[in-house]
């Protein structure tokens, strides 16, 4: 599977963006899809993910109860809603895909920018 992300941009502090994970190539619905984020000089870390269904999120602590994730499997999208953002959420962000046999994210975007100023 292909993905694609998109929606990054410069906003400032307790803005929001909505970043968006587009799909192609085999069946979306049957991957579970997380984003991750890399700041400069960080290590990549783990921001969200959904289940095939959408039944299922998991967020990181340090952005429970302001980003959602969210799919829409007929539009092979995945959306990751970011409020109240702060400057350290400043960071490259990634979509990836794992099929439900693999504990490990096999495919990967190219990475969306976001910075958030102060």
């Known amino acids: 599977v292909q993905l694609q992300a998109s929606g990054g941009g410069l906003v400032q502090a307790g803005g929001s963006l909505r970043l968006s994970c587009a799909a192609s190539?085999?069946?979306?619905?049957?991957?579970?899809i997380g984003w991750f984020r890399q700041a400069p000089g960080k290590e990549r870390e783990f921001v969200a993910s959904l289940s095939v269904s959408g039944g299922t999120t998991s967020y990181a602590d340090s952005v429970k109860g302001r980003f959602t994730i969210s799919r829409d499997n007929a539009k092979n999208t995945v959306y990751l809603q970011m409020n109240s953002l702060k400057t350290e959420d400043t960071a490259v962000y990634y979509c990836?895909?794992?099929?439900?046999?693999?504990?490990?994210?096999?495919?990967w975007g190219q990475g969306t920018l976001v910075t958030v100023s102060s």
């Open positions: 190539g085999r069946t979306f619905s049957n991957y579970r």
């Open positions: 990836a895909a794992r099929s439900l046999s693999n504990a490990k994210y096999e495919y």
